[in-house]
Nanobody, 123 residues
Framework: QVQLVESGGGLVQAGGSLRLSCAAS????????MGWYRQTPGKQRELVAV???????SYTDSVKGRFTISRDSAKNTAYLQMYSLKPEDTGVYYC?????????????????WGQGTQVTVSS
C-alpha cells in the first residue's frame, strides 16, 4: 500500500507564496508521474501540475509562470511552489501518483491520492 502525505497548505494574502510538499511512503517499486490537483466547491477536481519520472513538467494555463512543480526522487517527495497567489487559487490541493509495486504475481500498477491540504488566498 502506498500513502501520500501532503503538507504546507494554509492561509495567505493575495500575492503571497506557499510551498506544498507530498511525501510518498509504503511498499512500491517505482513512482512514475506525481501531480497536484485542486478542488473547489461546486467544481470538478482539476489537474494543476504534473511531473514525470523523467523530469518533464506540465501546468494548467491559469498557473503557468506562477507555480513550479518539482520532485526529489531520493526522498519520494514532490513539491509545488506557488507564487503570486490569487483568490481563485483557493481550494483543497491533492497529491496524486501512479507507479508500480512488486507483488507475488509480478509488477502491478497503482494509483494513490493524498488526503488533501487546504489553501486559502484572501483578497
Amino acid at each position: 500500500q502506498v500513502q501520500l502525505v501532503e503538507s504546507g497548505g494554509g492561509l495567505v494574502q493575495a500575492g503571497g507564496s506557499l510551498r506544498l510538499s507530498c511525501a510518498a511512503s509504503g511498499s512500491f517499486f517505482s513512482l512514475n508521474d506525481m501531480g497536484w490537483y485542486r478542488q473547489t466547491p461546486g467544481k470538478q477536481r482539476e489537474l494543476v501540475a504534473v511531473t514525470t519520472s523523467g523530469g518533464s513538467t506540465s501546468y494548467t494555463d491559469s498557473v503557468k509562470g506562477r507555480f513550479t512543480i518539482s520532485r526529489d526522487s531520493a526522498k519520494n517527495t514532490a513539491y509545488l511552489q506557488m507564487y503570486s497567489l490569487k483568490p481563485e487559487d483557493t481550494g483543497v490541493y491533492y497529491c496524486n501518483t501512479h507507479g508500480l509495486m512488486l507483488t507475488s504475481g509480478g509488477y502491478r500498477a497503482f494509483e494513490s491520492w493524498g488526503q488533501g491540504t487546504q489553501v486559502t488566498v484572501s483578497s
